[in-house]
């Protein structure tokens, strides 16, 4: 079966499942970042259900820890954690927190403060030559300072055993990046820095299947991949709008609305 | 005690092959010079970058690595206090935060680079320990045991020189405070070179109990009260603010366990650092010099 000229990536149906889980999860919680989880989600499903990486052995440093709800869902289907206790997300007796932490098996860094991840995932990647380290990081996060004290780091020590994923929805809390703080040209950038980049589209399962492999290749750039993401891609009356950042309650005109699709 | 630290440092590095350094662009100052050039690969500098040196750091550990972050106080952990809290403490890593330049006694640098508040920030928080040598005998001693350390760790140490200022004839442990001399009449307690000038003091009136305060968190709870308990009066000295430093630790240890006693501290009372080519200067200009502590040993004594 063909959609759009290519055949139906057999990951599409994974991340459908994922998407309904993810959702759930947050609407039961009545809170969580709906937006930024589900601009990943597809990266992250990559990095997951295919053989590229080997996350018993390799590192997956999820740099913005609000998107846990998207790892969770990901480690209960791969059977790290119960699949049960995904319910529990953000409830005070359970280790699912709002922000990722460290203390749920398969999640290697307790986040929520931005722009540490890159920093953790160099030193990782430094410590472990031996393996791969694989960063998420996101377009908003590169306003902190640190995030660059870091791309200068994995040049110079050649983490050619790192890669930094690069959610661009063009989004945050409050607006558009383009509006909050431009980033202008971020591959040009990262090139001008000492890295190899590839920019793709950060919901083609085929591109990026090709885009980790070559960057898995690299023996002493660090890869950037610059994956262009939508912010709550999936739903459409959620895509790009920075309101569903984060969500508290939603009426059930909308859940209904958004199961719908979700479920297509 | 730089010099103490540096040396041991080096010696250790021989039998630990896990044995890291990050630096933070003060190579020449931290005194690793030495260590950079030997240990070519296991000398990492981040440049002036403490944020991202607290990261690496803690990547590096969790790699299973032995850190020992080494740059001043005043940057480590004056500006990389979320990474050290998230990166380090969240994820439950032992990295060893090495905090040079605590202190007034960093003299003539002034106020930016005389860090008196690194105990307070890092006493805060969670699963961290906190550290301060009395000397450079106890800054091996400590260097060795902390090496050893499987948790996130914090040690200051000050600028200047300070040779062997007591004859430690106990090892240094982690949670134990040592008493360096023994009297009835007043506790006294503190942590780093402060410290040593209660020691020998010309005060034939009284009798000192003189308790070295180096394993600040965690504390020797035991030590600290029952010598109180048995003088019923308590002076803690230290060269770092007053606000949520050692004395108010002390101060909230005396207060749940129902002793009653006088209490008072010397230490920067709310205020900046400042110039001086003499750190004593320092001392006797913001109320830390040896008279200060007679002065203060006298009001103890004339409370009923």
Redesign the interface.
Known sequence: MKLWGQPVHPLTSIARELRLTVFEMINSAKSGHLGGSFSVLDIMTVLYFTNIFNFDRDHFILSPGHLSATLYAILGKIGKIPESSLPTFSQIDSILESHTN?QVPGV??????L??G???????????KGHHTICLTTDGEHDE??IW??I??ANK?HLGNLINIIDCNHMQIGGSTDEIMPLDELAAKYIRFGWTVQTIDGHNFYQLEKALKTAKNSTIYPACIIAKTTMGKGISFMENDYHYHDVKKLSPEIYQKAISELSK | MRSAFADTLFDLAKDDPNLYVVSVGLRPSVLMDKFAQHYKTHFIECGVAENNAAGISAGLAKSGKNVFLCTYACFSPGINLATIKQSICENNLSVKIIGYHGGLLTGELGASHQMLEDIALMRSLPTMEVFAPLDAIETVKMTKVLAKSSKPTYMRLVRPDSPEAYPHKKGFTIGKSEILESGSDVTILGYGPILTQALNLEISNWKLEIINCSSIKPIDEKTILKSIKKTGRCLVVEDHQMAGGLGEAVATLILKSGLKCKFTQIGVDNQFGRSSLDPLDLYRLYGLSTTDIITKINYLMSKK
């Not at chain 1, 890159?118 to 472990?128: E, Q, V």
């Open positions: 460290s290697e860094f307790s986040s929520g403060a722009g540490q890159l920093s953790f995932a160099s030193g990782l990647a430094l410590g472990d300072g640190q004290e870091a200068m780091f020590y």
